[in-house]
């Protein structure tokens, strides 16, 4: 069983639909939670960066963990073409350095 | 521009041949990463540098691979006597210290005939 376990898509939706991209984990150990889009033979962007349980929005991105679940979310709201492209969460545990652990990537399909 | 930037971009080369990529992080950038990524999958944690010093490696990272961060600035990572299954997508990322968020670079893709 993989640390980070996340759906591999494609997820095909229409512009302006709400997003909901999730990831399940298995190390009790992670505390730094994070979201990467990557577009086609791109490196990956940090989107969003979460510490710990909670929510946290920025823009039209929502992130949230429950780590009581091991279940950490992004949400788009009104979605974009140009939103498109493959979405990776990352988490790390508190060693002090940070080796992130990424999902496999869900690859997010958005039709004008 | 500012980012983490790779060369090359594109590497094709036949089995057995030497390969070495180079990385230059964020300047400031204290931390370095690097990774691998296949078709389909997520980044893998290959090795990390802070400053000059090769603190952490992967049990990925075969003898055949070798990375070094002479005077804590640039990066490379080389790879000796390539195999096919040595195809991907390295990824070079940087970070300031104390501070979880990595920032990649555009990668470096290899193929190997």
């Known amino acids: 069983q993989k640390e980070v376990e996340q759906d591999p898509g494609p997820l095909s939706v229409p512009e302006g639909a709400i997003v909901s991209l999730n990831c399940t984990y298995s190390?009790?150990?992670?505390?730094?939670f994070m979201w990467y889009r990557q577009y086609s033979r791109k490196g990956p962007e940090l989107l969003m960066y979460?510490?710990?349980?909670g929510n946290k929005e920025d823009g039209r991105f929502t992130a949230q963990v429950d780590k009581s679940s091991k279940y950490i979310s992004l949400f788009i709201r009104d979605s974009q073409p140009s939103d498109s492209a493959t979405y990776l969460c990352?988490?790390?545990?508190?060693?002090?350095?940070?080796?992130?652990?990424f999902g496999t990537g869900t690859r997010l399909l958005v039709s004008p | 521009d500012t980012g983490v930037s790779q060369d090359p971009r594109h590497k094709i080369t036949k089995r057995g041949q030497n390969v070495t990529f180079r990385c230059d992080p964020i300047?400031?950038?204290?931390?370095l990463y690097w990774y691998r990524q296949t078709l389909g999958q997520g980044p893998e944690f290959l090795t990390y540098?802070?400053?000059?010093?090769?603190?952490?490696k992967s049990r990925l990272l075969s003898d055949r691979f070798s990375a070094e961060r002479p005077k804590g600035s640039f990066s490379t990572l080389e790879i000796q006597r390539t195999e096919q299954g040595d195809s991907a997508m390295y990824l070079c990322?940087?970070?300031?210290?104390?501070?979880?968020?990595?920032?990649f670079g555009p990668g470096t893709r290899l193929l190997v005939l």
């Open positions: 990322a940087s970070s300031l210290p104390q501070q979880e968020t990595q920032y």
């Open positions: 190390n009790s150990a992670f505390q730094y």
């Open positions: 979460t510490y710990s349980s």
């Open positions: 990352a988490m790390s545990d508190d060693t002090g350095f940070q080796k992130l652990v």
């Open positions: 300047s400031e950038h204290n931390r």
């Open positions: 540098f802070q400053n000059e010093a090769q603190l952490e």
